[in-house]
């Protein structure tokens, strides 16, 4: 990734849901890790309620003292968002219909079935000259106007949108503008299963405290670790980092699933088309979250059939199969019933693949023996079953994705194991 | 919800890890909630990094505006901690030691065995006539000072002291100085199964662009509807918005199913565990989604058995029992395809509700007749089967969310109705 230190940027964040303490501002820390990766510094963070006058003085000063200025939120349909129509005020531009996009928005509701609200015909207005950027994840699309050597960035407010418009057209804008200049690259290798100190304890060794850096971040059942470095040239930037990577990588490979923005469902299931295998899951304390994001990548259909959310014993014995004196003599959360709700939804979705977890989320449900964290993950296959025990830190909702992660990428590596076994057959043959 | 307006307030981070984001901005929720609970409308935020040009220039800022003021963080020991000497730079006021502070800090260092680092002294200075501010879980005092007319508090940086310090000595002065103002109060409406240019052409007629004010927040599968109000007293401000927000109830009744904080899945939960009803999902196109949300509620076992995550159209039939002609004659995306799932999963888990979705989520999958976005959504009780057709906006994740809150959001109503039916049922006899 490119980078350039010596641009003044301020972010904005509009809505009044922020002032108010309604709606937890990620924004700022998403906006500033990415732009400090791509080498830009954040001088200020500025949060304004969706007030005319207020609004256009936070964009007024904005323009003042800074060269890059990213305004989120107000991008929606309604009376309220007013941030292209403030920021055209300011820079004193006028705000001009974008045939392209009306006729988009007007597709997206005629594919619906459904007649556009008249309300949404404002989504489609754009200070003169901007380049419109495309929501793939909604209907407001961004916009980016460049005038008198300022870039003024509107993006929408929502974070799902909010990211990929950053990523798929903000980034690659910025990385050409900053050409030239002291460039960064980074690196994310992702992991799943082993916990931040854990990680740290590993490769603390391998120092990364200056340049190259390593950092850390912490996510739902995930660990990023974050190695960056800087240098004159890309090649030397690349470089430097590659070396330090790589040991990072070796150290944890075990626990590693994908780089950058690889998620690990859609990992998964690059894997299961490739492997033209088909998966089902029980899940009895992750209640569906597995299901739930293995059918959150298109085209799931292809390679998951579907599965069984077996919250209780009745579920897992009479529609799993699970024999009820396996849950009486070893219990709910057990080896042998994760291994047995594996087989069972194995079988009763017909999938070449059977996946399982069973486990105490908390805060209630524990024993001493038996304690909140502690999750059962079984893999079933025509090969046999295997089952692992993993004991997960934090809340219910640390321990669900946790649990979720750790059975999706149980289900990785035996395609990757098996995919290398194949391949080692064919060269062979 | 009480709310003053009348005093101008802004509240300013300090910390270069806040733009870096290496640190996510709480401060910014908790005293905006809290503020607004005493009745103090937040009109800005800004962060800025250790900086002391720009520090003074923020602080400059905000006295010209605000009346208020709260600045966060850089109250520590070390050099880049500026925040007490830009705020009495910036006023024009000396720094002192305050005596009291100093021997506390060599008592706290003592107590602990240890001699105090000489860098310590610095948290014994304070602007010259502040109120210091105890710090309970921590060594940095904070501390509020009054100058021709303003009132600036300086609170620590990590949230466990902020906190603390808040609630301790913040809150009982606020609340004194805001006796006999101006009081705003406010509700939110959280609604499901429509998009929100509709919530507002339902709506607009009814004004709120002023005092009282209407304003809209649009998340995955919910729309919020934010009233507010202001006046003298706090009954005439609840009076105000009572009557305004009671109009926008009536007019999105079918529609809303919370107030405030309230979750969907929380709320329907509730209702399950008072009729002492159970649960149970067949989920096409939301995958898992469903259970998920809700057995992210703790305690939920109580009343989800548990479900079918029938994607495949092989499981439908095989384990859902979906008559095979019945998804041949219309469809697996058909009303009568979902009323055989919600059927079906009411026998499987053995559950008093069984609950079904099935839709086209997009990208692909569609045809001319069922574009991306049309959901079946089916509840199956002992009284029958309903079905409901929706036509959701937006991409793939708009689309689950919201057939996964319209789902759970007939169940709620039927749950809502039962209870009503019962109770009439009861009075009777």
């Given at each position: 990734m490119e980078v350039i230190s010596g641009m003044k940027t301020e972010l904005i964040f509009t809505g009044t849901e922020l002032l108010l303490g309604h709606v937890l501002n990620t924004h700022g820390q998403y906006l500033g890790i990415k732009l400090s990766e791509l080498g830009i510094e954040v001088l200020y963070h500025t949060a304004v309620g969706d007030d005319w006058d207020r609004l256009r003085g936070v964009v007024r000063q904005a323009l003042e003292r800074s060269e890059l200025i990213i305004v989120t939120g107000g991008l929606g349909p309604t009376t309220d968002d007013l941030t292209v129509e403030a920021v055209a005020d300011v820079l004193g531009i006028k705000v001009v219909l974008d045939r392209k996009t009306l006729d988009s928005l007007y597709a997206l509701y005629r594919n619906g079935g459904r007649a556009m609200p008249?309300?949404?015909?404002?989504?489609?207005?754009?200070?003169?000259?901007?380049?419109?950027?495309?929501?793939?994840?909604?209907?407001?699309?961004?916009?980016?106007?460049?005038?008198?050597?300022?870039?003024?960035?509107?993006?929408?407010?929502?974070?799902?949108?909010?990211?990929?418009?950053?990523?798929?057209?903000?980034?690659?804008?910025?990385?050409?503008?900053?050409?030239?200049?002291?460039?960064?690259?980074?690196?994310?290798?992702?992991?799943?299963?082993?916990?931040?100190?854990?990680?740290?304890?590993?490769?603390?060794?391998?120092?990364?405290?200056?340049?190259?850096?390593?950092?850390?971040?912490?996510?739902?059942?995930?660990?990023?670790?974050?190695?960056?470095?800087?240098?004159?040239?890309?090649?030397?930037?690349?470089?430097?980092?590659?070396?330090?990577?790589?040991?990072?990588?070796?150290?944890?490979?075990?626990?590693?699933?994908?780089?950058?923005?690889?998620?690990?469902?859609?990992?998964?299931?690059?894997?299961?088309?490739?492997?033209?295998?088909?998966?089902?899951?029980?899940?009895?304390?992750?209640?569906?979250?597995?299901?739930?994001?293995?059918?959150?990548?298109?085209?799931?259909?292809?390679?998951?059939?579907?599965?069984?959310i077996a919250y209780s014993n009745e579920v897992k014995t009479k529609v799993l199969g699970v024999p009820p004196q396996t849950i009486e003599k070893y219990g709910a959360v057990s080896r042998e019933t994760a291994i047995a709700m594996a087989e069972g939804v194995r079988k009763l979705t017909g999938s070449d693949l059977g996946l399982a977890v069973t486990g105490i989320a908390g805060p209630g449900g524990y024993t001493e023996k038996k304690p909140v964290g502690l999750v059962y993950v079984s893999l079933s296959t025509e090969e046999g079953s295997e089952c692992l025990e993993y004991r997960f830190p934090g809340k219910r909702a640390g321990v669900r994705h946790g649990a979720a992660n750790a059975a999706m990428n149980m289900a990785r590596r035996y395609l990757l194991a098996n995919k290398s076994g194949r391949k080692t057959g064919e060269s062979g043959s």
């Open positions: 008249e309300s949404n015909i404002k989504q489609a207005y754009f200070p003169e000259g901007a380049v419109i950027l495309p929501n793939t994840r909604g209907t407001a699309p961004g916009a980016l106007v460049e005038k008198q050597g300022k870039i003024i960035v509107l993006l929408p407010g929502p974070p799902f949108e909010l990211t990929a418009m950053f990523e798929n057209s903000v980034i690659p804008y910025l990385n050409r503008r900053m050409s030239g200049r002291q460039v960064m690259r980074y690196k994310v290798l992702k992991l799943t299963g082993i916990s931040e100190s854990a990680v740290q304890d590993r490769i603390k060794d391998l120092g990364g405290r200056g340049n190259p850096c390593i950092a850390y971040v912490a996510r739902l059942g995930e660990i990023q670790v974050r190695v960056a470095a800087s240098a004159g040239s890309p090649e030397a930037a690349e470089k430097i980092l590659g070396d330090l990577f790589e040991k990072v990588c070796s150290r944890l490979e075990e626990f590693a699933f994908g780089y950058d923005d690889d998620l690990l469902e859609e990992v998964l299931g690059k894997l299961l088309k490739e492997s033209r295998l088909t998966i089902g899951v029980a899940e009895s304390c992750t209640g569906g979250l597995i299901g739930s994001k293995l059918t959150d990548v298109p085209g799931s259909s292809e390679y998951f059939k579907g599965g069984l």
